[in-house]
């Protein structure tokens, strides 16, 4: 294991894959600390790059801006108090509170270094448990493979902030999407009406950029009236003098910390479509909880900082772990992945790292990697990169809009995959305006056509239906998305609940 | 009774799903395949249609239990922040005619009236400076761009048909 890592390492230090991976880390970082720029969409924005180089090069360039943007967000947090990605939420908690205080430079190198350390002990657990994983996907049969499936998409509608019906209005969108076009087994026709255009059925790339790039975009031009001036502060900022030895020792001196942040934001991360912002709030939680001083936590204390930044960059590696076991994207980002590795023509899932150890093993590396380029970024060009933050949407959003087109143009140089970015931008911002959420949406597309495929498999297998409940692992994950569906029911009647009692106390 | 924002969304859903059931529904069985191709999407739509009828009337009750005492005054509204729809309908119309003239007028021209006028769109150039500025980033976006996916890349950017370019 540890020879093919080194071997890994060794084939991405190669300029040819060392160079996308630190354009990937830079576009990741200033992508990240963009206020209103997510790291879907900056993943977004550099797939269009990748489609014509190797596929080594155009993975570990995503898995740069993956690492850069979940580190980048924290700048904007320490010196706006706006996370820049919602993935670093909870560290405008402490980190703008410290800023304030007069230690921006502290504030923000803490992030920094948490994020390092936090994404290399996540780095460990990649490489150790991906593999078992693997191992353990491999037992599957249909059953199990459909029953794991339903169980991600239940979890991802049960998990959104939204309602629970809304989640799974959502999911069912997302999987009617994937039935349209041909079907799997015998090419019938279905619900194309003699169109050509969708007799095919929709490209997944064009309907994923469509739906996040024009929701994320118009939701920030709708606002466009109320920007403020967070250019010119950003421009203005100035660091103090800090040590980088005393930063790590405040990191070290509470190893547990830092341990338990990773340890929820791999969890976060391996649970599909959860996402950067849960883990980062949930570490922030558990640090305070654990914490000997709860009440420094909001007024600029290291610890919270400390939790948030390890979480989110141990979620990567969590995302990561999904993708390669089981094909299953972690988030948002690892679906644009995903799509990516289709279109060169490889297929994640457990056979991946026995079938393309070069592959895998060299994404492992690159996501190494990515930590050290992420801090010698940041070190460098911490002045200008605050100064391209203050670039303005009007600038911006002309400019994404343009690679969205090129993304999605490029996949099969037609205008057809260019059509279908519009009608999916149309749809994603209808989405966002109705209150519904994106995530569960994506997994139902994303996983649409392997439902299909795993339920036609098992009963063409067996037609019984019961195998899906009384074979072990089946019936266990069926139990484990009920359970997760019955969960977030009990959630919202229990927040009704308390919203009914604030109401009515006067 | 109104309806809210979430009941119109289920009511869009529930249309659209009733509407393609009978398609489903009709879909040719294959006597080599135990179900047909109709059989997944029919559950889909079902599941859609569930949903988006729980959708409708969570929202009508929600409504219900929302509206104010027929005595009661009138409250104050909140004032509700500024949203620029406005500016958004005239994004997507920008976009639009962008992707429209794609073919027409080639990659690289198309790009830079895109580019310049979005920009305009988004920030009313109110100096000369600001017009030139605007101006220098599109002819750059586009320069770029094409350098970069046409002659780096390889990807054959499209040529317009009215322009030949």
């Given at each position: 294991m540890f020879d093919l890592l080194a071997s890994g390492i060794i084939n991405v230090l190669q300029w040819k894959y060392l160079l996308p991976l630190f354009m990937g880390t830079l576009v990741g970082v200033v992508g990240g600390s963009l206020p209103g720029v997510t790291i879907t969409m900056t993943v977004i924005v550099i797939l269009p790059f990748?489609?014509?180089?190797d596929p080594l090069a155009g993975l570990a360039a995503m898995t740069g801006v993956y690492v850069g943007g979940s580190t980048g967000g924290l700048i904007t947090c320490c010196l706006l108090g706006i996370p820049g990605s919602p993935s670093s939420i909870a560290t405008t908690f402490d980190g703008f509170p410290m800023a304030r205080n007069g230690q921006p430079g502290r504030a923000i190198w803490l992030g920094v270094w948490a994020s390092v350390w936090g994404g290399l002990l996540g780095a460990l657990c990649l490489v150790l448990v991906t593999g078992p994983l693997a191992a353990i996907a491999l037992e599957f049969g249909p059953w199990e493979y459909f029953s794991l499936f339903v169980l991600a998409m239940a979890m991802v509608a049960g998990l959104t902030e939204a309602s629970l019906v809304k989640g799974l209005l959502s999911t069912a969108i997302g999987l009617l999407i994937t039935v349209i076009g041909t079907d799997p087994i015998a090419s019938v026709p279905r619900f194309t009406f003699g169109s050509e255009f969708i007799g095919g059925g929709f490209p997944f790339l064009p309907v994923l950029i469509g739906i996040f790039a024009f929701a994320q975009i118009m939701t920030d031009i709708e606002k466009l009236p109320q920007a403020g001036k967070a250019g010119s502060v950003l421009a203005q900022a100035r660091f103090e003098k800090f040590s980088h030895l005393k930063v790590n020792w405040e990191i070290f001196r509470q190893p547990f910390l830092l341990l338990w942040a990773t340890v929820v934001g791999l969890i976060i991360g391996i649970l599909p479509a959860i996402g950067g912002s849960a883990s980062s709030v949930m570490a922030y939680d558990q640090a305070k909880k654990f914490s000997?001083?709860?009440?420094?936590?909001?007024?600029?204390?290291h610890e919270g900082i400390i939790a948030s930044e390890a979480s989110n960059n141990a979620n990567v590696s969590g995302s990561l772990m999904t993708i390669m076991a089981f094909g299953i994207p972690g988030d948002a980002v690892t679906a644009v992945m995903l799509g990516a590795m289709t279109i060169h023509g490889i297929q994640s899932g457990p056979l991946f790292i026995s079938q393309q150890p070069q592959l895998s093993y060299g994404i492992y590396a690159a996501y190494i990697l990515a930590h050290p380029l992420m801090l010698a970024i940041c070190w460098v060009f911490m002045p200008i990169m605050i100064r391209v933050t203050s670039v303005r949407l009007a600038v911006l959003a002309p400019i994404v809009m343009v690679l969205c087109v090129l993304g999605a143009y490029a996949?099969?140089?037609?205008?057809q995959s260019v059509y279908v970015l519009l009608i999916f931008g149309l749809v994603g911002y209808a989405m966002v305006k109705v209150g519904m959420p994106l995530a569960p949406l994506i997994l139902g597309l994303i996983l649409g056509d392997q439902i299909e495929l795993n339920l036609i498999r098992a009963i063409m297998t067996d037609n019984d239906p019961w195998l899906f409940f009384t074979r072990p692992i089946s019936g266990g994950l069926l139990l484990a998305a009920a359970l997760s569906v019955v969960l977030a029911i009990w959630q919202h009647l229990r927040h009704q609940k308390r919203t009914l009692e604030e109401d009515t106390d006067f | 009774m109104r309806l809210g924002r979430d009941g119109i969304a289920g009511l869009v859903c529930l249309a659209i799903s009733l509407a393609l059931l009978p398609h489903a529904f009709g879909l040719p069985r294959l006597p080599i395949v135990p179900i047909g191709p109709g059989f997944y999407p029919a559950i889909v739509l079902s599941f859609m249609a569930l949903m988006s009828a729980v959708l409708v009337l969570q929202d009508l009750l929600a409504q219900r239990r929302q509206a104010p005492p027929r005595q009661a005054a009138p409250a104050e509204p909140a004032p509700a922040p500024t949203r620029a729809y406005g500016l958004v309908a005239a994004s997507f119309v920008t976009i639009a005619v962008y992707i429209g003239l794609l073919p027409l007028l080639g990659f690289r021209l198309a790009t830079v009236l895109f580019v310049g006028v979005f920009q305009m769109l988004l920030e009313r150039p109110r100096s000369l400076t600001t017009l030139l500025r605007q101006a220098a980033v599109a002819v750059a976006a586009a320069a770029v761009t094409y350098l970069v996916f046409n002659d780096y890349l390889a990807v054959l950017l499209p040529r317009g048909s009215w322009t030949g370019w």
């Open positions: 990748t489609y014509g180089l000997k001083t709860p009440e420094r936590f909001g007024k600029g204390h996949l099969n140089n037609t205008m | -």
